[in-house]
């Protein structure tokens, strides 16, 4: 992915992006931009990378870090090799070094002479200073005249007095209007941006104005009273606005409002007041080389919201972490299509471990990319449950939609963001943020296999409005952030709720979940360009909301903004339920129709169909076996059939997740599953297959049986054959559970196994894998 411009406002060069841990949960068994265009291609399964050898090169060659060779090594059957180990270390990463500042064309000194006068009359206070008296009327403004050409990459500075509010005023503001077009006397009349001081709500104040006002952002500002003076530095380029008081930089602006005129990009320079008499002294005005905007094309994006079945929340998610299930199921997500998921990570496990945490996004990255997939962390989410802790994580509520899901960093933190971590602590809440962010992204701030930042995951979705300042705050100081971590990664927080997010970002999401609609929501932003559907799927209910299918999905987002569903897998977050469905009125029995979720714990998809939706996009052709499911022991009562790419899954003993497929009615109990397909041999050897079961298992290969585990209880049973090289040898497996814990894993190994010689599972046109269902 290419993108001309740099986000940061230091860099203006062309930057190319894209090409167990001990854990505390019982419930689950651990198996141990082209051109001026930034386009994302989605080459994520091996049948789309054949099909498109160009994209590959994206996203399939990123990948795997570990060993080429891995002799007598067991490899789950299906994955591109052993799953790579989770290491662990302190590790100090440099600050980033910024470039030198561009070297401006132009700087100038402007006197009232430069301005034309829109309201009451200002006058000279000397030969650097412009000045105006106080008065009720709002809004008086200068602004540059006809003689001074528009100002888009520029920075602009004044030292700035601002009295105390005239009689019958409530206001002592003032600052700079930017990218102004169209002015005319009136308090909002005029297109452009606004960067104020109020002395006397003790604010940095940033807003568009489009003969209306949108505010952006208040920024506590103490020092900012009633006859002080400080140092104003504004820096635009296009729709990004910096802003400096007194040497500090407080307030990073990207206004990525879709369908925002072009006009806003440039523009004429003023002055205002609102209610004070305010001096401005030594305005000064530099001009830079004009940057292009940077445009994204997310078009091919396909993926999905990433959390493990078996974890209930994020910080289950990472206290548990476990490199196996990971690798697992990200492979299910590149079989089925998709080339991108996003994180939640979470600032507790950043708190109370923050080297294992490091260290287990690392191995996240580095499973992701060997099987294609680009990744978008996620750092605060405003959704659900307001109060999280750190440690073991209660069980998942049956019936109940996200019973366990925890805001990041939580309420609680929110409320008190500017204030000290503890009593006595030298270091605020905000500046603990700042560094949990600095420590991800200054790792990974050229790294290929991020796809962008986000800050905060629908800010508003709590519906503590008064804490909305502050998520604007922690939207501003995020970028901050990640900018001066030196990220070359575009930055992004949805606009679903709450329009703020859209100002502190570089592209626009959208989350087209409509509430009440009695239409499925396919609804699209102005603008396609720039754009990106970063969650959708619900698949409504009964008298509430409207669902959305993968195909409707697919066919408007496809190709046009792309788009990431929620979630990839169907387990403990307890999404299958829908959103009506809280503690107090809880489902009682499990959905015919998850709400959310795409996959089950063993690969198999909920709907076949939502399968094809997503691969034939870009294959019709894939890595799967044909899967039987039974509710019996003898293989003699088929519930349904389905596809899966791995024999590779543990069940728990919970309500709902102790079944491989609760919506098809399928047992938790005595039931049974068959796998049949084909095997790609790419060498003549001696190959042993393996099986690790809790109860019988069986594997023919070739025709022969290789393995006849009989004996119940949780063990592994191993068989050798000798195979020549030969494509689509054919295999069946065979498994019984009884009760308990359910564990099936099928691994082979062999004298020769390496990266460039692996068994394989038989690719197959899609359209034949269903027929054999």
């Not at 030969?726 to 099928?746: C, D, F, Q, T, W």
């Amino acid at each position: 992915m290419t993108i001309t411009s740099r986000l940061n406002p230091a860099a203006l060069a062309v930057v190319v992006l894209l090409a167990s841990c001990g854990g505390d949960d019982s419930s689950a068994p651990s198996a141990s931009a082209l051109a001026a265009r930034a386009a994302i291609d989605a080459a994520a399964s091996d049948s789309a990378a054949a099909a498109n050898p160009a994209a590959s090169g994206d996203f399939m060659n990123a990948g795997y870090g570990g060993p080429s060779h891995f002799p007598n090594q067991l490899v789950t059957l299906g994955l591109p090799g052993p799953t790579p180990a989770l290491r662990v270390s302190s590790r100090g990463v440099p600050p980033y070094a910024p470039p030198a500042p561009p070297v401006a064309t132009d700087t100038q000194t402007l006197t009232l002479a430069d301005f034309d006068t829109y309201g009451p009359a200002w006058t000279s206070g000397g030969a650097n200073t412009i000045r105006i008296d106080g008065t009720s009327t709002d809004g008086a403004k200068l602004v540059t005249n006809a003689q001074h050409p528009a100002y888009g990459h520029a920075s602009y500075e004044a030292d700035v007095t601002i009295g105390a509010p005239a009689p019958g005023a409530n206001t002592a503001n003032a600052g700079f209007i930017v990218h102004v077009t169209n002015p005319t006397v009136g308090t909002d009349a005029l297109t452009g941006y606004y960067i104020g001081l109020d002395a006397v709500r003790h604010v940095v104040q940033v807003g568009r104005e489009q003969n209306n006002w949108t505010d952006f952002v208040d920024y506590p500002a103490p020092a900012i009273v009633p006859g002080s003076t400080h140092h104003l530095k504004v820096v635009t380029r296009n729709n990004a606005i910096d802003v400096y008081v007194d040497g500090t930089q407080v307030i990073s602006i990207n206004d990525a409002t879709s369908g925002l005129t072009t006009a806003l990009r440039a523009g004429a320079f003023g002055l205002r007041r609102f209610g004070a008499s305010v001096a401005f002294s030594n305005v000064t005005v530099s001009r830079y080389p004009d940057v292009a905007p940077a445009t994204y094309d997310f078009s091919r994006v396909v993926g999905a919201v990433y959390n493990p079945w078996n974890a209930v929340n994020a910080i289950d998610f990472w206290q548990n972490y476990d490199p196996a299930i990971v690798d697992r199921e990200l492979d299910y997500a590149q079989t089925y299509g998709m080339n991108t998921i996003t994180v939640y990570l979470h600032y507790l496990n950043w708190v109370n471990d923050r080297d294992a945490f490091l260290a287990k996004f690392d191995s996240l990255l580095e499973i992701a990319a060997r099987h294609g997939l680009k990744v978008a962390p996620i750092f605060y989410d405003d959704c659900w449950h307001v109060d999280p802790a750190y440690g073991p994580q209660p069980a998942p509520i049956f019936g109940v939609h996200n019973s366990r899901w925890v805001q990041s960093p939580g309420q609680s933190v929110e409320q008190q963001y500017l204030q000290p971590v503890a009593a006595g602590a030298s270091t605020t809440y905000k500046q603990d943020l700042q560094h949990y962010i600095a420590d991800f992204v200054s790792a990974h701030r050229n790294d290929p296999r991020i796809l962008y930042w986000e800050p905060m995951n629908e800010p508003g979705c709590s519906g503590n409005g008064a804490l909305q300042p502050t998520r604007a705050l922690m939207m501003n100081d995020a970028r901050i952030a990640i900018l001066n971590a030196g990220a070359t990664q575009p930055i992004n927080s949805p606009n679903v709720q709450e329009a703020e997010g859209d100002y502190f970002s570089d592209f626009h999401a959208f989350h087209p979940y409509a509430l009440n609609a009695t239409t499925p929501d396919y609804s699209l932003p102005p603008s396609l360009l720039d754009s990106l559907n970063s969650e959708t799927l619900q698949r409504g209910w009964p008298g509430g909301q409207a669902g959305q299918t993968m195909a409707g999905i697919a066919s408007t987002y496809g190709g046009k903004t792309g788009f990431l569903v929620w979630e990839l897998m169907i387990g403990r977050t307890n999404t299958r339920f829908h959103w009506g469905q809280t503690a107090s009125a809880p489902a009682t029995v499990e959905p015919a129709t998850p709400f959310q979720g795409t996959l089950y714990p063993d690969g198999h998809p909920w709907s076949t169909a939502e399968v094809q939706a997503l691969a034939s996009a870009f294959s019709s052709r894939l890595r799967v076996l044909n899967a039987t499911y039974y509710n019996d022991t003898t293989f003699t009562t088929p519930v349904f059939s389905s596809i899966t790419p791995l024999v590779d899954f543990d069940l728990n003993t919970e309500r709902g997740t102790d079944s491989p497929d609760a919506s098809k009615g399928m047992n938790a109990t005595n039931y049974a599953i068959r796998w049949t397909g084909a095997l790609d041999i790419p060498k003549g050897d001696d190959y042993t297959f393996s099986v690790t079961s809790d109860n019988v298992a069986r594997v023919w290969i070739d025709g022969r049986k290789v393995i006849d585990k009989e004996q119940p209880g949780l063990a592994t049973a191993k068989g050798r054959i000798h195979l020549a090289q030969k494509r689509n040898v054919p295999i069946r497996v065979e498994y019984v559970h009884a009760n308990g814990p359910a564990s099936m894993h099928l691994q082979w190994s062999s004298p020769s196994a390496g990266r460039d010689n692996l068994v394989r599972v038989a690719q197959r046109p899609l359209t034949d894998a269903l027929a054999q269902q």
